[in-house]
């Protein structure tokens, strides 16, 4: 990876066209680093949940079923101060 770095640093960047300069070689330079990046970001998230993966859907299904827990309790004590029953 390092060879296809320095070589499209080399050439690309002084390279001639047959009717002026060409200048495209530094755009091209950040759009393969970019792709590179974002390879390594998947590879890199897909080893962390597989790692992880488990623990994590565990923790984000109890806190959705703490939020729902958590809606269902203030619709309940809204409708019980709007029919004016004690809410317990």
């Not at 998230?45 to 790692?51: C, F, I, S, T």
């Not at 565990?58 to 004016?84: A, G, V, W």
Request: hydrophobic fraction near 50%; proline fraction near 0%; avoid cysteine.
């Amino acid at each position: 990876m390092f060879i296809i770095t320095a070589l499209i640093l080399g050439l690309s960047y002084e390279s001639y066209a047959g009717t002026g300069g060409a200048d495209g070689g530094l755009e091209f330079l950040l759009i393969f680093i970019g792709f590179l990046l974002i390879i390594i970001v998947l590879l890199t998230v897909g080893d962390y949940l597989k790692k992880n993966g488990k623990t994590l859907i565990y923790k984000s299904i109890t806190s959705f079923k703490k939020m729902i827990i958590s809606l269902n309790d203030y619709l309940h004590k809204i409708k019980s101060d709007y029919f004016d029953l004690s809410y317990f």
